[in-house]
């Protein structure tokens, strides 16, 4: 359940005993660092017992820390600035190699991934994607180099693919504007989450299209008007999020797609490196 954390200290402030005001002060000014520390050391940080820490996130009523601490991480990705995420994950990786600490946990957030996705709505995409009379495609920002990763698979197998490149808001909505019954949005977003993006997917759910989201959380605000909603995990990096999970759910739709529609793909890749061939378009050489 998506909740204001600062919110619910605020509001309980009056009922909490001193250790649980320490915690709670500490929460509100830190909660960028609490984030990502254990109970036992959020509590030495404030003078208090790991035991104090973990009734007072029951009482604001999580189940347990585990819960409280995911709901942190949440709010700092989505209000902290670039420069503060960089000072946070710093200190989360601290010294040492980094490329292996990078690449383990990029290999931990594809198994989450594995382990949280709806294979329903995967599949159902997978056929609304087949279906569709119109492949529409969003993604801004850091997002947008995975929309278009998306939108160059789809277009080896399917003609009627369109992704939705702006500058501007006014320009999402004059290039949404013919979408609607039949059609297929795909919007992927992460945060920070793009205002256009949003605003995108309500516009096409409106007109009628189905929607298929590529998001980080249930929470995320694109998720509660999706048709389809695929969760994929992207904790942060560092200024930015790690794309390596969002990537290789893509790469198994295109995948899964593919193999629905293996006569098309098979005629159209014969026409294409025939063309390729032609004008010279790939580098050939001989082993």
């Known amino acids: 359940m998506k909740r204001d954390i600062l919110k619910t200290i605020d509001e309980n402030e009056g009922s909490f005993s001193k250790g649980q005001k320490n915690i709670a002060r500490f929460i509100r000014e830190h909660y960028d660092k609490a984030a990502f520390m254990t109970a036992a050391k959020l509590g030495g940080e404030v003078g208090v017992s790991e035991s104090t820490v973990v009734r007072f996130v029951m009482e604001m009523g999580f189940e347990?820390?585990?819960?409280?601490?995911?709901?942190?991480?949440?709010?700092?990705?989505?209000?902290?600035?670039?420069?503060?995420?960089?000072?946070?994950?710093?200190?989360?990786?601290?010294?040492?190699?980094?490329?292996?600490?990078?690449?383990?946990?990029?290999?931990?957030?594809?198994?989450?991934?594995?382990?949280?996705?709806?294979?329903e709505s995967f599949c159902m995409a997978v056929k609304n994607i087949t279906n569709a009379k119109n492949i529409y495609i969003i993604g801004m920002r850091s997002s947008s180099f995975l929309a278009g990763f998306l939108n160059y698979g789809l277009r080896v197998i399917f003609e009627n693919v369109r992704l939705v490149q702006t500058t501007s808001g006014s320009e999402t909505f004059e290039q949404l504007m013919g979408i609607g019954k039949g059609d297929v949005l795909i919007a992927v977003s992460f945060p920070r989450y793009s205002k256009s993006i949003i605003k995108g997917v309500s516009y096409a759910r409106d007109a009628g299209a189905e929607v298929i989201a590529l998001t980080d959380s249930e929470e995320s605000p694109i998720a509660g008007r999706a048709s389809q909603l695929l969760v994929a995990q992207s904790d942060m990096a560092s200024f930015m999020d790690s794309l390596v999970a969002p990537l290789s759910v893509i790469n198994a739709l295109i995948v899964a797609v593919a193999r629905e529609n293996r006569d098309m793909l098979s005629e159209r890749l014969h026409k294409l490196e025939e063309i390729w061939d032609d004008y010279n378009v790939y580098e050939k050489t001989e082993r």
Do not use: H, M, N, W
């Open 64 to 119: 347990g820390y585990p819960e409280f601490q995911k709901a942190l991480q949440e709010l700092i990705r989505t209000k902290l600035t670039s420069f503060q995420r960089v000072e946070v994950t710093d200190s989360i990786i601290g010294d040492g190699d980094v490329l292996a600490k990078v690449l383990y946990s990029d290999i931990d957030k594809i198994k989450r991934t594995i382990e949280g996705i709806d294979r």
